[in-house]
């Protein structure tokens, strides 16, 4: 049986690797997306360092038998 999951738009993106866990489900590991007014909520310092975004790192469990994001 194949599976396709995609974790892709504007705010996230699945990179290079993935975990087949015992109970079956999978973990991906992505990037996620904050712009400037999550950062700079967050304490970011725009003064020092000019970015507008910064992608950081998260991780999903999706359950591959609904492709629900269990966590």
Do not use: C
């Amino acid at each position: 049986m194949e599976w396709t999951y995609i974790v892709a738009d504007s705010s996230q993106r699945q990179h290079h690797d993935l975990h087949y866990m015992p109970n079956g489900n999978i973990l991906i590991l992505a990037y996620e997306r904050y712009g400037l007014e999550d950062i700079l909520a967050a304490g970011f310092d725009t003064i020092n360092n000019n970015q507008r975004r910064i992608w950081s790192e998260k991780v999903i469990e999706v359950n591959p038998l609904n492709d629900s994001i269990v966590w």
